[in-house]
């Protein structure tokens, strides 16, 4: 009786055993399984995209394709008074921030008194990734904050500063021209599905051609001259944010603004908002 209790008990460890043993191996099968399908997943979803080594934008089937574009033109023919260049400091920042977002386009312009220097950009480049969102799995997060640090960061902050610390008034302010070159060097160029165009002037546009340095300005009248025809382009489907230095009160009030928001519905383009940056 004893015996058959011993083989009794015995039977019954061998089997609590061997289920154990069932259910560990599950248990060791099911976590291979997940590790593989993590493993697959993050092989499939990895970062394979190309990018331009020039401009750090994406590259699409072999062509550098911007998600969108955002075009900033910086008027230097004034001197900047110290809180119009804070300003400027600061809206530039908040825009690359928190409106461009990663493998967009920024271009920066320069109005100067000389036009054929501000024919091209300044600065062309797409923002890239700063590591902050880095897969902690297949990226290195200190390589992606250095590379943006360097290629984009660091070149952006050097250029507002030169911008800013101009101080020498111009003769001239050829507005209309470097729009112009805009539509072609950016917008033609890159044809983005999204383009904004982001303005930081006086708006008062000044050459031997016309000037806005008067009370009642009348783009109906302006439309139909010969300068008007010289300077004429497109940018189709365009937001426009204008930001007024105000330096000149007497030549910058309602007639002003009427004036460019019909010059911009010509091109093509939409202003959505009129930004007074004082003195």
């Not at 990734?129 to 943006?148: I, M, P, Y």
Request: glycine share 6%; aromatic share 10%; proline share 5%.
């Amino acid at each position: 009786y004893v015996e058959e209790l011993g083989m009794t008990l015995y039977s019954a460890e061998d089997d609590v055993t061997e289920r154990n043993t069932w259910i560990l191996g599950i248990v060791i099968a099911s976590i291979a399984v997940v590790v593989l399908g993590v493993g697959i997943y993050f092989f499939v979803s990895g970062d394979k995209n190309e990018f331009d080594p020039v401009t750090g934008c994406p590259i699409v089937d072999g062509q550098i394709s911007p998600h969108s574009q955002m075009v900033v033109i910086v008027d230097e023919t004034d001197t900047l008074t110290p809180i119009q260049s804070d300003s400027l400091k600061v809206a530039l920042k908040n825009l690359v921030n928190n409106e461009l977002t990663e493998g967009s386009l920024l271009s920066i312009y320069t109005i100067t008194e000389d036009f054929s220097t501000s024919r091209k950009p300044v600065f062309e480049a797409c923002k890239i990734r700063d590591g902050s969102h880095a897969n902690q799995f297949t990226e290195n997060e200190r390589k992606l904050k250095r590379r943006f640090e360097t290629f984009f960061k660091a070149p952006l902050s050097n250029l507002i500063s030169q911008i800013t610390e101009k101080n020498e008034p111009a003769k001239s302010s050829p507005i209309m021209e470097v729009v112009q070159s805009v539509s072609v060097n950016s917008m033609q160029k890159w044809a983005t599905p999204e383009t904004r165009l982001i303005i930081f002037s006086d708006m008062l546009h000044h050459t031997p051609g016309f000037s806005l340095y008067q009370t009642k300005p009348s783009f109906a009248a302006f439309k139909g001259t010969a300068y008007a025809a010289q300077v004429k382009t497109m940018l189709n489907g365009a937001s426009v944010d204008l930001y007024y230095f105000v330096n000149n009160p007497k030549f910058q009030g309602q007639n002003n603004v009427t004036f460019w928001r019909d010059y911009f519905r010509s091109t093509g383009a939409t202003v959505e908002s009129v930004i007074p940056l004082g003195k």
